[in-house]
């Protein structure tokens, strides 16, 4: 379909109509490539008519323009058993036979012949004029530059006699600037030309007319009717473009395509293969190949001086000055300027700069795909060559360093010293405005420059180390680890130590834990030390202190420092802060004195706002103190506000970003928020390093807990299973063994947990960690050792559990170990410590914890008489009023639950359950896989038969909770 080209198929056509007189032409059809001028002669051949013209067709081709008469006989062939209208008689047939053979005697004997003397050429030249004297002829040559000596010396002959002779020859004519047009015989078969047709760029209205036409009638074929519903906008009739948004679609297409059809035509099918809705910016970024492999075509047919330019141009990009251009490319300025020219008219410049370069002439491609079409059309060492002297060109004239960086690197040569210069003052450019990954790119780069060892290289690798760390952090500390050593001065290696993030010292590679020590140790005791010497110090002592908390001599060491200091301490300061972090920590693995530990962390957290900084520091470990310490919202609020800080400065997958949600991800296990919990540890388990512990390590103990507390395990399963099996050293040995237990439960083997869960518990014990808030192995392996038959064994694990949990002191702590301990006690004690985990966690901020416990306590008494259990429960020992409002509660709520507990389905329990721990319904809908409706519709149900009004009330109910077989599905879920 073309389109705008009405004006010039007329032009056309009324030299045809003049052949009805017996008058010809020879119409030249111009414009640039892309233009749509072998379109337009393939639109007038098939336009014509049974009863009009005869139409000859030829094309030049580059790989035939040596082939004498390559053209002639292209036009020639089948012209033999011509198409003349029936002869009206006999003797008409038999003198039409006669002048058939003679024209066949011709054609075939040029078809014999190398060469065309002027007197064949004009014996061949009758020919045709008397095929033309019993009906017209269209004669379409495209692509004439290519056309050989011969052909085109044939074609003037017949051009002579145009004028007199229904014959019409339509003709691609090359630009001016193509060395073709100055060959004498091209040049005068075009002096013989009488009508010009150019060709222009498309108008607005008809790029939008050639989208609607594409898109619409590509959806069409795919079944996507509507997918530019409301797209299409009007047309502002003052300025004859469209508005609204397939206007902003209309100008986007005209300022990547400038109004050529063919660009237009690629890139429009570069969007109908995406099948979504048409947008401006899929526009102005799509990269059509088609479009560079024409425009490397339409090069080859330039001279050398004009290749050169485009290399130039292609090399250096866009808005390159043209002195900067001509030098690259060897040219003197009059000289550039004609092969510019020469590009210009060939149409591989825009004709005008684009909007956003109004303010520059420099010149640019007319598309950006041609400068990278024609750069990737040189071979590997023509493009070094380029780039090497590119770069040397632009040092040379003071070019900005990120500049010449990039050739440097295209290059790929081992740089000398001013190019390492060049690529570190780059890198650093880049590293500021957030771009690691380019920043990465020229220090590796820069190290093949450098010697093996030597503080140059180790400054370098230090950069790189910098760099990497928020795209390839375990990349960054094996680096460091390389550069330590070859540091001049403790100073320096304590300097650089120092800037890796706390966290990182979780699980560090080898030699870096030996380098740390060396440091600290010729650095000297920090007391001692002022300004940044003391800084470095106090830095090191902290991340020396957290890389050995899993040695029992240093942790207890730390403990000890925690008694002593954590009342005192004031985290006001950055290394201050650290230090109150760090032992807040070490107090809560220890299980030491929940409301101490939870002020001191507090303090440190709450000392100064979010930033995204506090992720290096050892905050995270005040945070994680925080949440065993039952301080989940505050902890939770800074975690959300760090996550966000995060994402903003290094994307959602960036090292920051990744900490923050492994963080958060543990946190929302500790509110019971599982589903989000499990969604947010495998993505961040999807997208980080393997090997980067402090983060995969976090999302892993985030998804083991949400199976073992009964949560979304369907979701939590998969992720957890695959990271495992990549590589058993990857974890550390607790968190490992801990992991296998529950995937082992999951699968239904209750000895292979119950073994794993006892060797995470060992591992806990050899390093000192007793706080069953970290990990409750004992009640684990207690529900074990009970389902196995072996309830003396659970009973003894079960008491030291809980003997541990009392003297961390955090409610939600205790209450969960009393909920699992009344769950394996029968009778009235089992009774009495449901009773007790219901007080206890009343009022805590673990809201379904509370809710099982509820639950718990509400089925046990109606297991039996249940006004007999709560007297004898109650009168066993002196009641507070605390327990007096406690048993109130018990009754009045436990009596709805008998009522309604046979009228809720399964599935209107769960929902229950998940509304009372605080939940959504796009987070219910969520976690059990239905929609949004659905869940609404449940929850109406259990309003109406329960006869509550909404949340609040249903909250206040015992039957807060699935059954707990039916929610606690595996074995290990307590």
Same mark, same amino acid.
């Given at each position: 379909?073309?389109?705008?080209?009405?004006?010039?198929?007329?032009?056309?056509?009324?030299?045809?109509?003049?052949?009805?007189?017996?008058?010809?032409?020879?119409?030249?059809?111009?414009?640039?490539?892309?233009?749509?001028?072998?379109?337009?002669?393939?639109?007038?051949?098939?336009?014509?008519?049974?009863?009009?013209?005869?139409?000859?067709?030829?094309?030049?081709?580059?790989?035939?323009?040596?082939?004498?008469?390559?053209?002639?006989?292209?036009?020639?062939?089948?012209?033999?058993?011509?198409?003349?209208?029936?002869?009206?008689?006999?003797?008409?047939?038999?003198?039409?036979?006669?002048?058939?053979?003679?024209?066949?005697?011709?054609?075939?004997?040029?078809?014999?012949?190398?060469?065309?003397?002027?007197?064949?050429?004009?014996?061949?030249?009758?020919?045709?004029?008397?095929?033309?004297?019993?009906?017209?002829?269209?004669?379409?040559?495209?692509?004439?530059?290519?056309?050989?000596?011969?052909?085109?010396?044939?074609?003037?002959?017949?051009?002579?006699?145009?004028?007199?002779?229904?014959?019409?020859?339509?003709?691609?004519?090359?630009?001016?600037?193509?060395?073709?047009?100055?060959?004498?015989?091209?040049?005068?078969?075009?002096?013989?030309?009488?009508?010009?047709?150019?060709?222009?760029?498309?108008?607005?209205?008809?790029?939008?007319?050639?989208?609607?036409?594409?898109?619409?009638?590509?959806?069409?074929?795919?079944?996507?009717?509507?997918?530019?519903?409301?797209?299409?906008?009007?047309?502002?009739?003052?300025?004859?473009?469209?508005?609204?948004?397939?206007?902003?679609?209309?100008?986007?297409?005209?300022?990547?395509?400038?109004?050529?059809?063919?660009?237009?035509?690629?890139?429009?099918?570069?969007?109908?293969?995406?099948?979504?809705?048409?947008?401006?910016?899929?526009?102005?970024?799509?990269?059509?190949?088609?479009?560079?492999?024409?425009?490397?075509?339409?090069?080859?047919?330039?001279?050398?001086?004009?290749?050169?330019?485009?290399?130039?141009?292609?090399?250096?990009?866009?808005?390159?000055?043209?002195?900067?251009?001509?030098?690259?490319?060897?040219?003197?300025?009059?000289?550039?300027?004609?092969?510019?020219?020469?590009?210009?008219?060939?149409?591989?410049?825009?004709?005008?700069?684009?909007?956003?370069?109004?303010?520059?002439?420099?010149?640019?491609?007319?598309?950006?795909?041609?400068?990278?079409?024609?750069?990737?059309?040189?071979?590997?060492?023509?493009?070094?060559?380029?780039?090497?002297?590119?770069?040397?060109?632009?040092?040379?004239?003071?070019?900005?360093?990120?500049?010449?960086?990039?050739?440097?690197?295209?290059?790929?040569?081992?740089?000398?010293?001013?190019?390492?210069?060049?690529?570190?003052?780059?890198?650093?450019?880049?590293?500021?405005?957030?771009?690691?990954?380019?920043?990465?790119?020229?220090?590796?780069?820069?190290?093949?420059?450098?010697?093996?060892?030597?503080?140059?290289?180790?400054?370098?690798?230090?950069?790189?180390?910098?760099?990497?760390?928020?795209?390839?952090?375990?990349?960054?500390?094996?680096?460091?680890?390389?550069?330590?050593?070859?540091?001049?001065?403790?100073?320096?290696?304590?300097?650089?130590?120092?800037?890796?993030?706390?966290?990182?010292?979780?699980?560090?590679?080898?030699?870096?834990?030996?380098?740390?020590?060396?440091?600290?140790?010729?650095?000297?005791?920090?007391?001692?030390?002022?300004?940044?010497?003391?800084?470095?110090?106090?830095?090191?002592?902290?991340?020396?202190?957290?890389?050995?908390?899993?040695?029992?001599?240093?942790?207890?060491?730390?403990?000890?420092?925690?008694?002593?200091?954590?009342?005192?301490?004031?985290?006001?300061?950055?290394?201050?802060?650290?230090?109150?972090?760090?032992?807040?920590?070490?107090?809560?693995?220890?299980?030491?004195?929940?409301?101490?530990?939870?002020?001191?962390?507090?303090?440190?957290?709450?000392?100064?706002?979010?930033?995204?900084?506090?992720?290096?520091?050892?905050?995270?470990? !005040?945070?994680? %103190?925080? /949440?065993?310490?039952?301080? $989940?919202?505050? @902890? &939770?609020?800074? #975690? =959300?506000? +760090? *996550?966000?800080?995060?994402?903003?400065?290094?994307?959602?997958?960036?090292?920051?970003?990744?900490?923050?949600?492994?963080?958060?991800?543990?946190?929302?296990?500790?509110?019971?928020?599982? !589903?989000?919990? %499990?969604? /947010?540890?495998?993505?961040? $388990?999807?997208? @980080? &390093?393997?090997? #980067? =512990?402090? +983060? *995969?390590?976090?999302?892993?103990?985030?998804?083991?807990?949400?199976?073992?507390?009964?949560?979304?395990?369907?979701?939590?399963?998969?992720?957890?299973?695959?990271?495992?099996?990549?590589?058993?050293?990857?974890?550390?040995?607790?968190?490992?063994?801990?992991?296998?237990?529950?995937?082992?439960?999951?699968?239904?083997?209750?000895?292979?947990?119950?073994?794993?869960?006892?060797?995470?518990?060992?591992?806990?014990?050899?390093?000192?960690?007793?706080?069953?808030?970290?990990?409750?192995?004992?009640?684990?392996?207690?529900?074990?050792?009970?389902?196995?038959?072996?309830?003396?064994?659970?009973?003894?694990?079960?008491?030291?559990?809980?003997?541990?949990?009392?003297?961390?002191?955090?409610?939600?702590?205790?209450?969960?170990?009393?909920?699992?301990?009344?769950?394996?006690?029968?009778?009235?004690?089992?009774?009495?410590?449901?009773?007790?985990?219901?007080?206890?966690?009343?009022?805590?901020?673990?809201?379904?914890?509370?809710?099982?416990?509820?639950?718990?306590?509400?089925?046990?008494?109606?297991?039996?008489?249940?006004?007999?259990?709560?007297?004898?429960?109650?009168?066993?020992?002196?009641?507070?009023?605390?327990?007096?409002?406690?048993?109130?509660?018990?009754?009045?709520?436990?009596?709805?639950?008998?009522?309604?507990?046979?009228?809720?389905?399964?599935?209107?329990?769960?929902?229950?359950?998940?509304?009372?721990?605080?939940?959504?319904?796009?987070?219910?809908?969520?976690?059990?896989?239905?929609?949004?409706?659905?869940?609404?519709?449940?929850?109406?149900?259990?309003?109406?038969?329960?006869?509550?009004?909404?949340?609040?009330?249903?909250?206040?109910?015992?039957?807060?909770?699935?059954?707990?077989?039916?929610?606690?599905?595996?074995?290990?879920?307590?």
């Amino acid at each position: 379909m073309l389109i705008e080209r009405a004006q010039e198929i007329e032009a056309i056509q009324r030299a045809l109509d003049r052949t009805r007189h017996g008058e010809g032409a020879l119409v030249a059809v111009s414009g640039p490539f892309g233009s749509g001028r072998s379109a337009l002669l393939r639109e007038l051949g098939g336009r014509t008519h049974p009863s009009g013209p005869v139409v000859l067709r030829a094309g030049g081709a580059r790989s035939e323009s040596d082939i004498p008469l390559g053209v002639a006989r292209q036009l020639l062939h089948g012209m033999c058993p011509a198409a003349d209208a029936a002869p009206a008689s006999e003797a008409t047939e038999r003198a039409d036979h006669v002048e058939r053979t003679d024209r066949a005697d011709h054609v075939d004997r040029l078809g014999r012949t190398d060469r065309l003397d002027r007197g064949e050429g004009l014996r061949l030249r009758d020919v045709v004029l008397g095929l033309a004297a019993t009906r017209p002829l269209l004669m379409l040559v495209d692509d004439l530059r290519w056309a050989d000596v011969p052909s085109l010396r044939w074609l003037a002959l017949i051009g002579e006699k145009v004028a007199e002779t229904p014959i019409v020859i339509v003709v691609v004519a090359p630009h001016p600037a193509d060395p073709a047009a100055a060959s004498p015989p091209l040049r005068d078969l075009l002096a013989r030309v009488t009508d010009h047709v150019p060709l222009g760029p498309l108008s607005p209205d008809g790029i939008s007319a050639m989208i609607a036409h594409c898109l619409d009638s590509s959806h069409g074929e795919h079944g996507g009717h509507g997918e530019l519903d409301g797209f299409h906008g009007g047309f502002d009739g003052s300025h004859g473009e469209p508005d609204g948004a397939h206007g902003e679609l209309v100008r986007a297409c005209a300022e990547a395509c400038g109004g050529r059809p063919l660009f237009l035509a690629a890139v429009l099918r570069e969007i109908r293969r995406s099948r979504r809705r048409p947008w401006p910016g899929e526009a102005r970024t799509a990269r059509p190949a088609s479009i560079g492999g024409h425009a490397v075509r339409a090069l080859a047919e330039l001279d050398p001086a004009a290749h050169r330019i485009a290399v130039a141009l292609a090399v250096l990009g866009p808005r390159t000055d043209t002195s900067q251009l001509f030098t690259l490319a060897g040219l003197s300025a009059p000289d550039g300027t004609t092969a510019l020219a020469a590009l210009a008219s060939a149409g591989l410049l825009a004709d005008d700069p684009a909007p956003h370069f109004a303010d520059d002439p420099a010149p640019r491609f007319a598309h950006d795909v041609i400068g990278t079409a024609v750069e990737n059309s040189l071979d590997a060492a023509a493009g070094a060559h380029w780039h090497t002297k590119a770069a040397r060109a632009l040092h040379a004239a003071g070019g900005p360093p990120v500049d010449v960086a990039r050739h440097v690197l295209a290059a790929g040569n081992p740089p000398d010293d001013w190019e390492i210069c060049v690529l570190r003052a780059a890198a650093r450019t880049h590293l500021a405005n957030s771009n690691p990954a380019l920043a990465r790119k020229y220090l590796l780069q820069a190290l093949l420059g450098v010697d093996h060892h030597g503080p140059d290289r180790a400054e370098l690798l230090v950069e790189l180390a910098g760099a990497e760390w928020t795209i390839a952090p375990v990349s960054g500390v094996r680096h460091l680890v390389h550069a330590l050593p070859d540091l001049p001065t403790p100073a320096d290696r304590a300097r650089r130590i120092a800037r890796l993030p706390v966290l990182a010292w979780e699980s560090p590679p080898g030699g870096l834990g030996t380098q740390l020590s060396d440091t600290a140790k010729a650095l000297g005791d920090p007391a001692l030390l002022d300004g940044e010497s003391r800084a470095s110090a106090l830095a090191l002592d902290v991340r020396m202190d957290f890389a050995n908390l899993g040695r029992i001599r240093p942790f207890t060491e730390t403990v000890r420092a925690f008694r002593r200091e954590g009342r005192h301490l004031d985290p006001r300061t950055g290394p201050d802060r650290d230090r109150a972090a760090l032992l807040a920590y070490a107090g809560m693995l220890a299980g030491t004195d929940s409301a101490t530990v939870g002020e001191l962390a507090r303090r440190a957290v709450l000392a100064a706002p979010p930033a995204v900084d506090d992720l290096h520091t050892a905050l995270p470990l !005040a945070a994680r %103190a925080m /949440l065993a310490a039952d301080l $989940l919202d505050e @902890a &939770d609020a800074w #975690l =959300a506000a +760090v *996550t966000v800080t995060a994402r903003l400065s290094g994307g959602e997958r960036g090292t920051d970003a990744l900490t923050a949600d492994a963080e958060r991800a543990f946190a929302l296990v500790r509110r019971g928020r599982h !589903a989000e919990a %499990a969604l /947010l540890a495998a993505r961040t $388990l999807r997208h @980080a &390093d393997p090997e #980067l =512990a402090s +983060v *995969t390590g976090r999302c892993c103990e985030a998804l083991a807990l949400t199976i073992a507390n009964g949560g979304s395990a369907d979701i939590a399963h998969g992720p957890l299973a695959q990271y495992r099996a990549l590589d058993d050293s990857l974890l550390a040995p607790w968190l490992g063994h801990a992991v296998d237990g529950v995937l082992a439960s999951l699968a239904g083997d209750t000895a292979a947990a119950l073994e794993h869960t006892l060797e995470a518990g060992r591992e806990h014990e050899l390093m000192g960690w007793t706080n069953p808030a970290v990990l409750p192995w004992r009640s684990w392996a207690a529900r074990f050792q009970y389902r196995l038959g072996r309830p003396d064994l659970a009973q003894d694990l079960i008491v030291r559990e809980y003997e541990q949990a009392m003297a961390w002191g955090a409610p939600s702590v205790v209450g969960r170990l009393l909920r699992v301990w009344a769950g394996m006690t029968e009778g009235e004690p089992g009774v009495e410590l449901a009773l007790r985990a219901v007080e206890v966690l009343d009022g805590s901020a673990d809201r379904l914890e509370t809710a099982k416990a509820h639950l718990l306590l509400g089925l046990r008494l109606f297991a039996g008489d249940r006004t007999a259990a709560v007297e004898r429960s109650a009168g066993n020992e002196p009641r507070s009023k605390t327990s007096d409002a406690a048993h109130g509660r018990v009754r009045t709520n436990s009596a709805l639950a008998s009522s309604a507990a046979a009228r809720l389905t399964p599935r209107e329990r769960r929902i229950a359950v998940l509304v009372a721990a605080g939940q959504g319904n796009l987070s219910i809908a969520t976690e059990l896989g239905v929609s949004v409706r659905a869940v609404e519709k449940h929850l109406t149900n259990v309003y109406r038969k329960l006869g509550v009004t909404g949340r609040t009330q249903l909250s206040e109910l015992a039957l807060l909770a699935d059954l707990a077989g039916r929610e606690n599905e595996s074995d290990v879920a307590v």
